[in-house]
T-cell receptor, first 110, second 115 residues
């Protein structure tokens, strides 16, 4: 079983739709969680950290469920510019490696 | 404040040659991470370094690969005797010495092609 698993997609949704991704992790000792976005042939960029209480940044909402060991990302009112690959990232502790999921591809159509 | 810099951006090597990839972290960052991304695949952690120290190299292949982050100068990822399977994008990221260690800032990557 992979340490961090994501549905690879692609998710193909119309502009303005709401879309949600889930990501599961296997190590219950994981401490830090993030969503990154990666455009084609570009470097990943931090989208948002994921806190236990859940957090929102504009159209983006991230949730963490420690009991079920998954994190989610919700994008409301999707824009064409949201088309990218979304990477789920888990870290066990500040002195350890970071595990990236393989990414979920999102394509927003006009 | 310049971002994370990597050079070269593109590198072509013949099988058996050596590849040297350089990464200059953001100013004030002394934590550096190297990742490899194969075509159509996710990022794979390779190594985590602080100045002059390797903290975690659990993702590094046992042979031919090495990394360093000297007191002065950029971090170097060195691949000896490259093979076709080493062709990939290699990304470097850095994180600050203070505040949230976890947030990483990525460089633009070096695309290595082995012919």
């Amino acid at each position: 079983r992979k340490e961090v698993e994501q549905d690879p997609g692609p998710f193909n949704v119309p502009e303005g739709a709401t879309v949600a991704f889930n990501c599961t992790y296997s190590n219950s000792a994981s401490q830090s969680f993030f969503w990154y976005r990666q455009d084609c042939r570009k470097e990943p960029k931090l989208l948002m950290s994921v806190y236990s209480s859940g957090n929102e940044d504009g159209r983006f909402t991230a949730q963490l469920n420690r009991a079920s060991q998954y994190i989610s990302l919700l994008i409301r009112d999707s824009k064409l510019s949201d088309s990218a690959t979304y990477l789920c990232v888990v870290r066990y502790s500040s002195a350890s490696k970071i595990i990236f999921g393989s990414g979920t591809r999102l394509s927003i159509r006009p | 404040n310049a971002g994370v810099m990597q050079n070269p951006r593109h590198l072509v090597r013949r099988r058996g040659q050596e590849a040297r990839l350089r990464c200059s972290p953001m100013k004030g960052h002394s934590h550096v991470y190297w990742y490899r991304q194969l075509p159509e695949e996710g990022l794979k952690f390779m190594v985590y370094l602080q100045k002059e120290n390797i903290i975690d190299e659990s993702g590094m292949p046992k042979e031919r690969f090495s990394a360093e982050f000297p007191k002065e100068g950029p971090s170097i990822l060195r691949i000896q005797q490259v093979v076709r399977g080493d062709s990939a994008a290699y990304f470097c990221a850095s994180s600050p010495d203070w505040g949230v260690l976890d947030e990483q800032y990525f460089g633009p990557g070096t695309r290595l092609t082995v012919t």
